[in-house]
């Protein structure tokens, strides 16, 4: 089920960028790209500085 939903939420980024009205709109596309990627990086970066402040 979950393979079936990640197929559907797949986005191809260079179509959309070819299709862009304006420069905005392709920064706007890259950062939504990139946004999700930031947000679990920073995530597990706090996670390890908590468990690695409470095994201390």
Do not use: S
């Not at 939903?5 to 304006?22: F, H, M, R, Y």
């Not at 996670?47 to 095994?55: S, V």
Request: glycine share 8%.
């Amino acid at each position: 089920m979950h393979l079936f939903i990640a197929t559907l939420q797949k986005v191809n980024i260079e179509e959309k960028i070819q299709n862009a009205p304006d420069k905005g709109y392709e920064i706007g596309v890259y950062i939504g790209g990139m946004l999700p990627f930031v947000v679990l990086v920073a995530l597990a970066y706090l996670m390890f500085k908590y468990h690695k402040k409470r095994n201390q």
